[in-house]
């Protein structure tokens, strides 16, 4: 490729033989760009270790009712409560493409983006696209509180 103009040819203002920015420039850039987007993308579906989040209260437990559950989204984390004074805590993050759950209901933990389910018992795939169910974190009641442990 060569930056000479030919006489007659329309000129478009930046290209690179007037001192502006080439389209190689331009290109480059974009890729570059592209690259940073997808580096971001995939460092919002991290989720958090247990290791991450040991010793932390996630939850208060009078606030996780029955047969359902709470999700927190600035921790990632959704706590349930399947039986009477059982608490399981897991990820938020959708082991699918990364989405974060949005809610429990019907003993049910729901993805928004793509409609797969897991078991507020153990984090089990109810229904996919997802194929592995939720990371599963430690948890203990502690002074009224759900702490990882």
Known sequence: MTDEVTPGAPQVAGSAGDGGIGRRTVLCGAGVAGAALLAGCASGRDEKSAEDL???EIAKAADIPVGGGKVY????????????????????????????VDKVQNGLIRCPCHGSEFKIADGAVQKGPADRPLTEYPVEVRNGGIVVT
């Open 54 to 56: 040991r010793g932390q």
């Open 73 to 100: 989204a600035g921790e990632k984390v959704v706590v349930t409560q399947p039986a009477e004074g059982t608490y399981k805590a897991f990820t938020a993050v959708c082991p699918h493409q990364g989405c974060s």
